[in-house]
């Protein structure tokens, strides 16, 4: 197959301009759309269902149709599939089964569970398949081209289409980061298991400080949490700090007894991160095993 990007790293040798569609316009579609569209390509058409999506795709890609999703494919040399991942495999085959797929069209998904496998149906229709996965939260607004300068990409592609799918991920700001197709579901774990729970822990940290009485939790937090989430990054399970850390059993039982009081739920979250903490002290050695026994009788008392 002809390169029709060329080296991606020469600022000289740019890639062909192209007709752009997006299946989605959910929060990463039109972001995605609008960045290719500022590297110089063309959104011509794209697909939404909810008034919501509707309402993004017109901010953030004005005046582009939108219509269903095979015509979108039909008007594009260049589609991104933004769906929800368990939406994806269906959409592709459907696609491909409809005659919708063309020979030599660039078939983009942004799926983090999923490699390059899921488009099979219509790879085998000719298309080139490639999965691209920002790893970074989307708002759905402007503020997202912002962001995606210096963003990773979760790349994974066909051998022949890597200098493709890297000048795609530059043209969008990005940086790739390579992940072989067996490994995407463990790659996804980790990043789903790391932002998505985060968010948990604050919300249930700021909901707590808040019944505590403090007007502005989140400018108490800020620092703290910063400061740890820097810590953790450079230095992983050498990081850990708190009650757990030192093995203080009865500070956590203190702890757990007020969060039997006020939130039980988070009380069962609270138990079960302890306790991937105590482990992961232990395995560190920053925490006797003797010192983390104890813990792990406080927290599997009933009612400390």
């Known amino acids: 197959m002809a390169d029709p990007f060329g080296d991606p790293s020469d600022p000289g040798n740019r890639p062909a301009r192209l007709a752009v569609g997006v299946v989605g316009t959910g929060r990463v579609g039109p972001a995605l759309g609008a960045a290719l569209q500022l590297a110089g390509h063309r959104v011509v058409a794209a697909s939404g269902v909810s008034l919501a999506s509707q309402r993004r795709a017109e901010a953030l890609l004005p005046g582009v149709r939108l219509v269903s999703p095979p015509q979108v494919l039909a008007a594009a040399d260049l589609v991104l599939l933004t769906v929800p991942d368990d939406a994806l495999a269906d959409l592709v085959a459907g696609l491909a089964a409809t005659g919708a797929v063309r020979p030599g069209q660039i078939l983009v998904h942004t799926s983090g569970a999923h490699g390059v496998k899921v488009l099979e149906p219509a790879t085998r229709a000719g298309a080139l398949p490639l999965a691209l996965h920002p790893a970074m939260t989307f708002t759905g607004t402007g503020v997202d081209l912002a962001r995606l300068a210096g963003c990773p990409f979760g790349v994974t592609a066909p051998e022949e289409l890597r200098p493709v799918a890297e000048a795609l991920v530059v043209e969008m700001g990005g940086e790739p980061e390579w992940v072989p197709e067996e490994v995407r579901p463990l790659y996804h774990t980790a990043l789903a298991h790391g932002a998505n729970h985060l968010v ?19 400018r108490l937090l800020g620092p703290l949490l910063g400061a740890a989430l820097d810590n953790s990054l450079r230095s992983g399970d050498a990081a850990l700090t708190g009650p757990v850390a ?14 039997g009081t006020v939130a039980p739920d988070i009380g069962q979250a609270y138990r079960a991160m302890a306790r991937a903490t105590a482990q992961r002290a232990v395995r560190s050695g920053s925490l006797k095993e003797e010192s983390a026994a104890a813990l792990l009788d406080v927290l599997n008392e009933e009612n400390p």
């Open 200 to 218: 948990t822990l604050v919300a249930q940290a700021l909901e707590l400080l808040r019944t505590a009485g403090v007007a502005e939790p989140g």
């Open 246 to 259: 030192r093995g203080d059993a009865g500070t956590v039982r203190r702890h757990l007894h007020q969060l």
